[in-house]
């Protein structure tokens, strides 16, 4: 059965550094899956962070990240990562990693992944 996990979330300052990590198991690699972050911040609807194709080097990002966020993969280990540098306050939210066979044009527009993680809580702060 497929599963993911995040981990890596905390509290940083203002101007700080995480990595996120997503543990995949139960996953078929010899198909292309998206594998993408998703954000939820109290009150407001989930959003999407960034999307990469599991196969292909294909990478989108949400303009209020580009620039600050990187996505990276590694397939041997089926994990994905979120690096995020000069973190705001505005970042704070609930991170959550997802998959699915998806189109990669509409990685950043749809919530329709098949699979979903529980999330973990990042907190940016001084």
């Known amino acids: 059965q497929e599963q993911l996990v995040e981990s890596g979330g905390g509290l940083v300052q203002p101007g700080g550094t995480l990595r996120l990590s997503c543990a995949a198991s139960?996953?078929?690699?010899?198909?292309?899956?998206?594998i993408a972050w998703f954000r939820q911040a109290p009150g407001k609807e989930r959003e999407a962070v960034s999307c990469?194709?599991?196969?292909?080097?294909?990478?989108l990002y949400a303009g209020s990240v580009e620039g600050r966020f990187t996505i990276s993969r590694d397939n041997t280990k089926n994990t994905w990562y979120l690096q995020m540098t000069n973190l705001k306050p505005e970042d704070t939210a609930v991170y959550y990693c997802?998959?699915?066979?998806?189109?990669?044009?509409?990685?950043?527009?749809?919530?329709?992944?098949?699979?979903w993680g529980p999330g973990t809580q990042v907190t940016v702060s001084s």
């Open positions: 990469v194709s599991s196969r292909y080097n294909t990478t």
């Open positions: 139960g996953f078929e690699w010899d198909v292309d899956h998206i």
């Open positions: 997802a998959a699915g066979q998806i189109l990669v044009r509409r990685c950043l527009s749809t919530l329709e992944y098949d699979y």
